[in-house]
Nanobody
């Protein structure tokens, strides 16, 4: 049972990044999934979530209109397209089921947005 995040990096304000989440060991295609982030000194928060079939998508107000969550069940992979990035988006980004399972928390991927 594993989730592996990738695609983070250092980007300038206004730039874009695409995060990926590769799932294994559980039935990804029937799982609601989410992207979460944790900034230094702050609690982990839900950024976006997606239904098992990918039809229903919800976003935190802070990222609405800038981030897009998607998934490819044939590839057991979920994505987060992040556009118009802001310094306040700087955080470690994690993927997990929604609601999250403790056993599925991975290392995350660092996103740093410079001003």
């Amino acid at each position: 049972v594993q989730l592996v995040e990738s695609g983070g990096g250092l980007v300038q304000s206004g730039g874009s990044l695409r995060l990926s989440c590769a799932a294994s060991g559980f039935t990804f295609s029937t799982s609601r999934m989410g992207w979460y982030r944790q900034a230094p000194g702050k609690e982990r928060e839900l950024v976006a979530r997606i239904s098992s079939g990918g039809i229903i998508r919800n976003y935190a107000d802070s990222v609405k209109g800038r981030f897009t969550i998607s998934r490819d069940n044939a590839k057991n992979t979920m994505y987060l397209q992040m556009n118009s990035l802001k310094p306040e988006d700087t955080a470690v980004y994690f993927c997990n089921r929604h609601p999250p399972l403790i056993v599925l928390w991975g290392q995350g991927t660092q996103v740093t947005v410079s001003s």
